[in-house]
């Protein structure tokens, strides 16, 4: 984060405020707008001051997204199912959400959204091999379409009417890496802090991807999209090298060791 915030936006809406990544911005975020709107399906703790607002609302739900948009300056879309599931559990809140927010976007002049996709849209790359954010994207799963389908949608909504987006192909953001794969996703909360406060204010983003990974030592990603923007993270994995290294070794052709996605990988199929 730059030392002095820049100038805080009027109202900025951030979906998903109920979940892991939710609450902890529901904070960190606080120094760049004037009123936060905290939304989410699920129950939200009550606003703490009249600097939040607190509106429970299903992405699924045209009508309410729309009301939900209302009045922002711009949108950091977090809310939606984060693992894999049945496309079906996945195709309301995912691709008619995400569908939803840019539409709203449009119809309430919103000009700029953060969309929280993430590194299951090229899971099915190796460990081996480093890949940009042009690199042709490889999804692993159902919930990993749904985040390139976000993608493309941010592509269009930009050619098609200016909505600029940054799309932050999030690696593993919790409060430490929980495994071996994780060394190389992890996404500390103060570096995403920062990549969200540079995807808020850069000039002309148009549509940016970018990862969102932590300076960590073996990592996949050639992420010069993001240090376009400004962001230079600040921490690095190796700090858990030592309990992460005392856990089990996976077998060499677990997928948790072998693909970018790891697990994701090898989930389904649904419904047989
Ligand atoms: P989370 O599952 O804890 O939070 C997601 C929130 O979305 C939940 O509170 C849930 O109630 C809400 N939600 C689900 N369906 C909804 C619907 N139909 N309408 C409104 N809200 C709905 O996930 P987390 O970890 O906080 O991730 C936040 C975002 O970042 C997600 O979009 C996830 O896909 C993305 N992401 C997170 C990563 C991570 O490492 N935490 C990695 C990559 C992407
Ligand atoms: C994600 O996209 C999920 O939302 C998160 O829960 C983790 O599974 C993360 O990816 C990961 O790949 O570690």
């Known amino acids: 984060m730059t030392t002095t915030s820049p100038a805080p936006f009027n109202r900025l809406l951030l979906t998903g405020a109920a979940g892991g990544l939710g609450?902890?911005?529901?904070?960190?975020?606080?120094?760049y707008a004037n009123v936060i709107r905290l939304s989410d399906i699920a129950n939200i703790t009550p606003a703490i001051d009249?600097?939040?607002e607190v509106?429970?609302?299903d992405l699924a739900d045209k009508h309410a997204v729309h009301q939900l948009v209302e009045g922002v300056d711009a949108i950091l879309h977090f809310g939606g199912?984060?693992?894999?599931h049945a496309f079906e559990e996945i195709l309301g809140a995912n691709i008619c959400g995400v569908f939803h927010i840019y539409e709203a976007a449009r119809r309430h002049g919103v000009k700029?959204?953060?969309?929280?996709?993430?590194?299951?849209?090229?899971?099915?790359y190796k460990q081996d091999e480093v890949i940009d954010a042009r690199s042709p994207r490889r999804p692993d799963s159902y919930y990993g379409l749904s985040?390139?389908?976000g993608e493309d949608i941010a592509s269009f909504y930009f050619?098609?009417?200016?909505?600029?987006?940054?799309?932050?192909?999030?690696?593993?953001?919790f409060p430490e890496p929980q495994n071996r794969r994780m060394m190389s996703t992890w996404l500390s909360f103060g570096d995403l802090t920062q990549l969200l406060e540079r995807a808020l204010y850069a000039p002309n983003v148009g549509h940016t991807i970018v990862y969102g990974v932590s300076d960590n030592k073996n990592v996949w990603w050639d992420n010069r999209y993001a240090a376009g923007l400004g962001y230079v993270p600040q921490d690095n994995s190796e700090v858990f090298r030592e309990k992460i290294e005392a856990q089990p070794m996976p077998a060499a052709d677990?997928?948790?060791?072998?693909?970018q996605g790891g697990a994701f990988v090898a989930s389904g199929p649904f419904g047989d």
């Open 23 to 31: 609450k902890v911005l529901r904070e960190t975020l606080r120094p």
């Open 50 to 52: 009249d600097r939040e």
């Open 55 to 57: 509106v429970i609302c």
């Open 81 to 84: 199912v984060s693992t894999e």
């Open 112 to 124: 700029r959204v953060i969309f929280a996709s993430s590194n299951h849209v090229i899971g099915f």
């Open 147 to 149: 985040k390139s389908y």
């Open 159 to 173: 050619d098609r009417y200016g909505i600029e987006t940054v799309s932050i192909r999030i690696g593993s953001s």
């Open 254 to 259: 677990d997928p948790a060791m072998v693909y």
